[in-house]
């Protein structure tokens, strides 16, 4: 149940701002290493760090001993990438231990898990792609990032060789990695005999033992994507990108041959095998759905619809398509495809005709769709049994700040919950044989981890009930990955809580207590913005890297004596469609600022938060909303850090939409730009430190580079962090320590924290 505080008085869109009395300095490294040994050289301060400097000294003796250091915190090895292997029960992920990225498997039946490849330097070289042979006994997996626009991988260290993006296989019983060759999103074929991967705009394929070397497969126009064999493996559908309208295509391997499924002037996607390989079906989107509707609300569109065809001739049929309103226009859930063929003929797929993101099902000769999960929540990540007999997925039900796991039938019938409790849990992978579940794992105190339920899924819940007994449900799949010296029993349970938005809005958001706060004490608080917008911060540490380390960040500054408030404002996910496509959001009118300030009358009025004394942080979407309130209430907040953050709408789109062009739609540019920080530098007051990378794929550097030259002339007090080579979620463990330890030395300096 979520605490209510009184409605904060309602506020124009643009306080008045204020000039701070005396100029602010940057902390030196002598003087932070003065304060951690405690001898704070005050005489030497301006005034203002001076004040700062006593109001930290002021701080009860009892802090110092619940304190916590930023490498403990991040300290624990991120899991992602599951995946399960056709046969042998196998599953298989990546672990990135402080910026070491290796892969683990596990093998039943003990599931004992044990690391696969031996990388062993923070050298922001990702992995990702994971895909077993058929028979699991070999993985195939991409190490390294995509080019940018100018061909560029991304090199974060430097390294004078360059950087690649490579496939490369190993077996997962002897040897060490084998260099297969550049390329990504690989697909092996069922035979077991080769791969297929894209590379330059084609399809290129390589024998999975290496004998000869890789070579072009299809070459066609447009750009591919969506590899997806049938289950024989003599045909591979596919997804042709062609700008303006996309084909699915079947590549017939006997004929060397392609044929076009029902191709049209829409926009075709997600191809999906029937069971017995003789049908294909995929998602079908009106082109006028490619109307540039970036960062502004959108909740219809022309219906999308499912189409089934022929992988033989290419004729096919419309089979369902969406009604017209709420949920005509597609939205996906986490999935390696969209559409779940299952084993009775029923196909399953993600539809908002209720306003939230459910599963419904639709007989693939054709009918009226089945909802498979109803009520007031959102499906995120979805799976199917190997046997194509149940739907394993993860959901808010219930528990909407939170993620636990379900199952249900393609076909029908009530759902099944596998998880409860206070932790969080994604990426549900059932195993070939049925005999477990592998997920991942966290919760408010303890990072994330992966986690096997062994079991047939059928009767995990039965098991779940167990557990009263002291049964364990689930064990760690990997014991000990959390370091000993991680402290969890430091680190606070934040609260659920809802804020009043200066137009009325109710909005959810997580608060952050300092473990040693005392009655009638203010500190100073701290307002953290998430990016996106498309994401919900969670009661515990959140299933994406990015947000699993600004989740370790809120911790810290907690740590540090700050009041810590983490807003889901508007546009977000997680509450449904009419707040995640809310009224003139973002570039439509930037309605979500009227949620940062109401967040920042509500720290105001809280009785341990000194009004004086409130900043605000966040990155990408989150820094947009962070230059928003430096910009339009300096009084209000009196210092930000900005992280990579959107400063003008109509230069943000451009990185998305190369073609988008404001001379071309003036009204709507003009809008946008009125939505931006850049609109209002003038009333900006407040010192900021900005944050970024200059290979930076997500937001252009470009608009870290005209931010800070314009409050420059503007006298604003600005600092600045840039890390060379670096890309939008910093790939350098080393590089996420840095940001973390000078937003904190900015806070402390500029509000007295620490």
Do not use: C
Request: aromatic residues 10%.
């Amino acid at each position: 149940m979520r605490r209510r505080w009184p409605a904060a008085t309602p506020a124009p869109e643009s306080v008045p701002a204020r000039r701070l009395p005396v100029p602010l300095l940057a902390v030196t490294s002598s003087l932070a290493s003065a304060l951690s040994s405690g001898r704070a050289l005050v005489s030497a301060l301006a005034p203002a760090r001076a004040l700062a400097m006593a109001m930290a000294l002021l701080v009860p003796a009892g802090a110092a001993a619940q304190t916590v250091s930023l490498e403990d915190l991040l300290s624990p090895s991120f899991p992602s990438g599951l995946v399960a292997a056709p046969f042998g029960g196998h599953v298989a992920w990546v672990m990135n231990d402080e910026g070491r990225r290796n892969i683990w498997v596990a093998s039943p039946p003990s599931y004992d898990a044990r690391q696969l490849t031996g990388y062993d330097a923070d050298d922001g070289q990702d992995i990702g792609g994971l895909t077993f042979s058929p028979d699991g006994g070999t993985l195939v997996f991409v190490r390294g990032g995509g080019a940018n626009r100018q061909g560029e991988n991304p090199n974060p260290t430097s390294d004078p060789a360059g950087a690649e993006q490579a496939l490369w296989r190993i077996d997962l019983h002897r040897g060490d990695p084998v260099r297969i060759g550049p390329g990504t999103s690989p697909a092996i074929s069922p035979r077991g005999d080769e791969v297929v991967f894209l590379r330059g705009g084609n399809i290129w394929h390589a024998p999975l033992d290496g004998s000869t070397e890789p070579s072009v497969m299809v070459q066609v126009r447009g750009g591919p994507g969506s590899l997806n064999w049938s289950p024989d493996g003599g045909r591979l559908a596919f997804a042709s990108n062609r700008g303006s309208h996309a084909f699915i295509g079947v590549y017939d391997a006997a004929r060397a041959s392609i044929t076009w499924l029902e191709p049209s002037v829409d926009r075709d996607t997600s191809p999906a095998w029937s069971p017995d390989g003789s049908r294909v079906a995929f998602i079908r989107m009106a082109a006028s759905n490619l109307e540039n509707r970036l960062f502004r609300p959108r909740r219809e569109a022309m219906p999308w619809s499912i189409w089934v065809a022929d992988p033989t001739t290419g004729q096919g049929r419309e089979i369902w398509r969406a009604e017209p309103g709420p949920g005509s226009a597609f939205r996906g859930v986490v999935a390696s495809a969209q559409l779940f063929w299952g084993a009775d003929d029923h196909i399953a797929f993600p539809w908002e005709r209720n306003g939230w993101t459910l599963l419904y099902s639709v007989p693939a000769d054709g009918g009226t769709a089945t909802l498979l999960t109803p009520g007031q929540f959102e499906v995120e990540y979805v799976t199917m049994t190997a046997d194509r007999r149940q739907l394993v997925f993860n959901s808010n039900q219930d528990d909407i700040d939170r993620r636990h796991l379900w199952r249900v039938s393609p076909s029908g019938g009530p759902p099944t919950a596998l998880t409860s409790g206070d932790g969080i849990e994604w990426a549900p992978t059932p195993t070939s044989d049925g005999g477990a579940l592998a997920f991942l794992r966290s919760d408010a105190r303890t990072p994330a981890h992966p986690a096997v339920m062994v079991g047939d899924v059928a009767e995990a819940r039965a098991t779940a009930r167990r557990a009263t007994d002291g049964q364990a449900t689930a064990r760690e799949l990997v014991p000990g990955s959390i370091p000993d010296r991680f402290p969890a029993h430091r680190l606070v349970v934040p609260e659920a809580v809802t804020i009043t938005a200066t137009d009325g809005m109710e909005i959810p958001a997580q608060l952050f207590l300092p473990p040693d706060l005392q009655a009638g004490e203010r500190r100073p608080a701290l307002l953290f913005l998430h990016g996106g917008s498309r994401r919900q911060m969670l009661l515990g540490f959140h299933y994406g890297s990015y947000y699993h380390h600004m989740y370790a960040m809120k911790q810290y500054l907690a740590a540090r004596n700050y009041v810590v408030l983490s807003l889901n404002f508007r546009s977000g996910t997680g509450y449904g469609m009419e707040f995640r496509e809310a009224d003139d959001y973002g570039a439509a009118g930037a309605s979500e600022f009227r949620d940062v300030l109401g967040a920042g009358l509500y720290l105001k009025a809280r009785p341990d938060v000194d009004p004086d004394r409130i900043g605000l942080w966040g990155g990408s979407y989150g820094g947009y909303l962070t230059a928003m309130g430096l910009a339009r209430a300096s009084d209000l907040f009196a210092a930000g850090v900005d992280i990579h953050g959107v400063h003008d709408w109509n230069v943000g789109i451009r990185t998305f939409v190369p073609s988008y062009n404001p001379l071309e739609v003036p009204e709507q540019a003009r809008t946008a730009y009125l939505a931006s920080p850049v609109s209002s530098l003038d009333t900006w007051r407040s010192p900021v430190l900005v944050i970024s990378g200059d290979d930076d794929r997500n937001v252009s550097f470009i608009e870290t580079v005209t931010l800070v030259e314009a409050l420059r002339d503007r006298d604003v007090h600005v600092e600045q962090l840039v890390f060379p080579d670096e890309v939008h979620s910093f790939l350098r463990h080393q590089n996420w320590l840095t940001t973390f330890r000078a937003t904190a030395d900015f806070f402390d300096s500029m509000l007295g924290g620490g």
